[in-house]
């Protein structure tokens, strides 16, 4: 393993604490809510309300701007427009002869029907490095509202931690870690806190027992990523730069899955910023979502066997080998 990567994994210790300083850090600068607080969030003695349905983790959502609806087709000119009423005879009543009791003015003189005048519309944005939803509906989150996990908060002077009520080795990883990988995507406190410092302290203390639950943890590592919140997405990279060095044969257990892990990251890759000569503060708290994809992409390389670099080059054209080159 080079040198930059075996940093970069030692940094991966106290991501919580660090996220959760962040939040607070930004709080102080800009006013801004330390953390994101869901409207179906009760109090800690509640449980979460049910979201609706039609909330999905990662769905993309159309949203037209303000005072303008969704372009509708045209089947006159075969293709979407924006579709506006003109007025016609219908919208005029004679007096003395009213429609109903509650109209003032009377039945219609015409039975011409409005057209509709046809305004075309712009090309519209991609929006791909766009957040979208990612709704409070986390299995993490049920679990431990029901205080079906044995976990809770260790508060210490310097950092909190995770107080688990039970032996760590003892516990049924078919069972728990697909549960915390799945609350990787909470933003709101106690639960982001909880998921991922358990989810780093299942990693260092899992061994083997981490090679067969592979199948069970890409559907939320795959909802995580769908998200495109640039501070979900950083502490999953975090999370799988952790998990491919957690044991024998798991990088290569994942090659199989890269057409459901890589696509975001390809978004992701070139996701920099260019602020000239101005110190970015963000490259030592590890926050530059390109950096991470970059760092994520070589060390699935290095240890994803001799297929790996093929299934990333197919998946993420840009990426050069750092094996081969």
Same mark, same amino acid.
Do not use: C, W
């Given at each position: 393993?080079?040198?930059?990567?075996?940093?970069?994994?030692?940094?991966?210790?106290?991501?919580?604490?660090?996220?959760?300083?962040?939040?607070?850090?930004?709080?102080?600068?800009?006013?801004?809510?330390?953390?994101?607080?869901h409207k179906e969030s009760l109090s800690c003695f509640d449980r979460t309300l049910e979201v609706s349905p039609v909330k999905r983790a990662g769905s993309h959502?159309?949203?037209?701007?303000?005072?303008?609806?969704?372009?509708?087709?045209?089947?006159?000119s075969m293709r979407y427009a924006h579709l506006s009423t003109k007025v016609s005879p219908n919208n005029f009543?004679?007096?003395?002869?009213?429609?109903?009791?509650?109209?003032?003015?009377?039945?219609?003189? %015409?039975?011409?029907?409005?057209?509709? *005048?046809?305004? &075309?519309?712009? $090309?519209?944005?991609a929006g791909a490095f766009e957040s979208r939803q990612n709704p409070p509906n986390t299995e993490f989150r049920r679990f431990y509202e029901r205080g079906d996990l044995p976990i809770a908060i260790e508060h210490r002077g310097v950092g909190n931690r995770i107080a688990w009520k039970a032996e760590i080795e003892k516990l049924d990883y078919h069972h728990y870690l697909p549960i915390f990988f799945d609350g990787l995507r909470e933003k709101e406190e106690p639960y982001r806190f909880l998921a991922v410092e358990g989810v780093f302290d299942l990693l260092r203390q899992g061994g083997q027992k981490i090679l067969p639950v592979i199948p069970q943890l890409i559907i939320p590592?795959?909802?995580?990523?769908?998200?495109?919140?640039?501070?979900?997405?950083?502490?999953?990279?975090?999370?799988?730069?952790?998990?491919?060095? %957690?044991?024998?044969?798991?990088?290569? *257990?994942?090659? &199989?899955?890269? $057409?459901?892990?890589?696509?975001?990251?390809?978004?992701?890759?070139?996701?920099?910023?260019?602020i000239g000569d101005v110190i970015d503060y963000n490259q030592r708290k590890r926050l530059n979502i390109g950096d991470l994809v970059q760092e994520t992409l070589e060390l699935l390389e290095m240890h994803g066997g001799e297929d790996a670099f093929i299934n990333i080059k197919y998946m993420v054209p840009c990426f050069e080998s750092c094996i081969l080159n």
């Open positions: 393993m080079s040198a930059p990567s075996m940093a970069a994994l030692t940094q991966n210790v106290n991501v919580a604490s660090a996220t959760l300083a962040e939040d607070y850090v930004q709080h102080h600068l800009t006013g801004a809510p330390a953390f994101t607080k959502q159309v949203k037209p701007k303000q005072g303008e609806a969704l372009p509708t087709y045209s089947s006159s009543q004679k007096r003395r002869s009213p429609a109903h009791a509650d109209a003032p003015g009377g039945g219609t003189t %015409s039975l011409a029907k409005g057209r509709t *005048a046809v305004r &075309p519309i712009k $090309r519209p944005r590592i795959k909802t995580a990523l769908n998200t495109r919140d640039p501070a979900v997405v950083g502490v999953v990279l975090k999370v799988l730069q952790q998990l491919v060095v %957690s044991g024998e044969m798991i990088g290569e *257990a994942l090659v &199989p899955y890269y $057409r459901q892990i890589l696509p975001v990251l390809n978004i992701f890759k070139n996701k920099h910023i260019n």
